[in-house]
């Protein structure tokens, strides 16, 4: 096992509590019919805030969506390329401020008449914080309500089909950024070390010899000016991630699932992808970089496969 048993308990358990919430926020956002005020035909729409009604009459195809992206990926790189730094930190700030608030809004749109509003003014301040003022706590808090925002989003746009292939596609590609190129070990790297940003879990500990020396320099300069040197000290930190790709996929398709036939297969789903990153992290060994998709669709396709055989 790559990490300590308590640090990747801690991985699983919020993965695990971000697929729920995930399930809650979709099923809040439903379809209803409006009036096209050009047309004057009736057209079903998703309830969604902040103007970001997708239309359910006409769904993408397979197709626009790996292009949707594979552009958002090609961006990431042109930018990371360049070293745009506060382009990047503003994407962010914005992706970040508009998921927030989509997840938030779930939470108030049956308590407070100006939910939309309120929501805004609670999620700008925490994109801001989250991006400029770091800390683990309020990373991981955040997204744990940044995906299934962004699923939201897209949960209207595909079938139980086209997620399927989706799975797939992604699957594949994220074993051959791992495996092949590297590609995702690189765009982790310059997120952290250049921006102090991660998309996705990201849990920091240190090794009982480090907390050690931390304890007696924490004693030794009790009550006394500790010197610049000592204060400037850097300690190896080690780092449990989890990308924020393997955290939305699952909720994108449990809440596809949930959309087209209920509740059931949705449940499959999640805990279908639970399995496959448990099994993922006990397999791990210290010093190897694994795509965690491959383990996570596996999961899924096995729940479903479950879901589809027992009389439910």
């Not at 808090?141 to 746009?157: C, D, K, M, S």
């Not at 789903?269 to 996570?296: D, H, N, R, S």
């Amino acid at each position: 096992m790559k990490h300590k048993l308590s640090i990747t308990l801690l991985l699983l358990g919020m993965f695990l509590v971000t697929q729920f919430i995930g399930l809650f926020v979709v099923s809040q956002y439903n379809v209803i019919t409006q009036v096209d005020p050009t047309t004057g035909k009736n057209i079903s729409v998703n309830d969604l805030p902040f103007g970001l009604q997708t239309p359910e009459d006409e769904k993408p195809g397979l197709l626009y969506i790996v292009s949707a992206f594979a552009l958002a990926f090609f961006l990431i790189f042109l930018l990371m390329k360049y070293q745009w730094k506060n382009v990047i930190r503003i994407w962010f700030i914005f992706v970040i401020s508009l998921a927030l608030g989509i997840s938030i809004h779930a939470i108030l749109k049956n308590v407070f008449l100006s939910a939309a509003t309120i929501s805004l003014i609670i999620a700008i301040p925490l994109a801001l914080i989250k991006i400029l003022r770091p800390s683990a706590i309020i990373h991981n808090a955040t997204e744990l309500l940044i995906y299934p925002g962004i699923a939201a989003v897209f949960v209207p746009l595909l079938t139980p089909l086209s997620i399927m292939i989706l799975l797939i596609f992604i699957s594949v590609y994220d074993m051959w950024a791992v495996w092949k190129s590297g590609v995702m070990q690189k765009m982790a790297k310059f997120q952290m070390e250049e921006l102090k940003i991660f998309g996705g879990f990201l849990v920091p500990s240190v090794s009982k010899k480090v907390k050690e020396q931390i304890k007696n320099i924490k004693q030794k300069y009790k009550n006394k000016q500790m010197p610049e040197n000592i204060k400037t000290k850097k300690f190896k930190i080690n780092l449990a991630i989890l990308g924020g790709g393997d955290i939305i996929f699952p909720i994108i398709t449990a809440g596809v699932f949930l959309k087209s036939f209920g509740i059931a297969p949705a449940l499959f789903t999640i805990f279908g992808a639970f399995v496959g990153l448990t099994y993922l992290f006990f397999i791990t060994e210290k010093g190897k970089a694994y795509p965690a998709m491959p383990y996570i669709t596996s999961g899924i396709f096995a729940g479903l496969l479950l879901w589809a055989i027992l009389p439910l």
